[in-house]
């Protein structure tokens, strides 16, 4: 089985504005909001929303996230405060053994600074954006959470560190 993961780090005062959006493949939707956003309800359009205290880390959000899954989910979608952007269903086929990251196009220029001098610029074809959603293993997901210390986007780099097998689809 699987489920969507949404880790609510913004003010959810009013709704939440992919929810309509959620694969219909799931079997569970959890929304993390910070506790001081607004008194939440337990169900909000048939999302389960669980408070979490204001000021944890999104390791320790990720673990009551977590903890908060029936037992029989193996694989679970993981969404930030952004819209969704790129195929959920593909990027969980993607999940194998462990991890799975949409990634995009970097359309941006990024330069290379040292001691605030411009130093370089970065070749576009080699560096690619991080989307949302992710997919990982029930496992994997715990694995990453143990590790602490993380944001969002760094996630599949700290499997990638722990030995976990991150693919990527575009």
């Not at 799931?26 to 979490?52: A, E, F, H, K, Y």
């Not at 130093?119 to 949302?132: A, E, P, S």
């Given at each position: 089985?699987a489920?969507?993961l ?10 939440f ?8 493949f799931?079997d ?5 909001v ?5 008194p ?6 048939g999302v389960?929303i ?14 009551i ?12 979608l993981?969404?930030?405060?952004e819209?969704p ?5 593909e990027?969980?086929?993607?999940v194998?053994?462990?991890w799975?990251?949409a990634?995009?196009?970097m ?7 040292d001691?605030g001098?411009v ?7 080699t560096v690619?954006?991080?989307r949302t ?9 715990a694995?990453?959470i ?8 760094a ?7 722990l030995?976990i097998p ?5």
């Amino acid at each position: 089985m699987a489920a969507i993961l949404w880790a609510a780090t913004f003010s959810v005062s009013g709704g939440f504005p992919a929810a309509r959006s959620f694969p219909r493949f799931v079997d569970d939707v959890i929304v993390l909001v910070r506790s001081s956003d607004r008194p939440v309800s337990q169900r909000d359009g048939g999302v389960r929303i669980i408070p979490i205290p204001q000021g944890i880390s999104l390791a320790d959000a990720l673990a009551i996230g977590v903890g908060a899954l029936p037992d029989d989910v193996d694989q679970v979608l993981l969404y930030d405060g952004e819209e969704p952007s790129a195929d959920a269903l593909e990027v969980l086929d993607g999940v194998g053994d462990g991890w799975c990251v949409a990634l995009a196009d970097m359309t941006e220029t990024v330069k290379i600074v040292d001691a605030g001098l411009v130093t370089g610029t970065l070749d576009r074809d080699t560096v690619l954006r991080v989307r949302t959603p992710q997919a990982a293993t029930r496992a994997a997901l715990a694995a990453v959470i143990a590790d602490a210390g993380f944001s969002f986007s760094a996630m599949p780099s700290r499997a990638a560190r722990l030995g976990i097998p991150v693919t990527t689809v575009r």
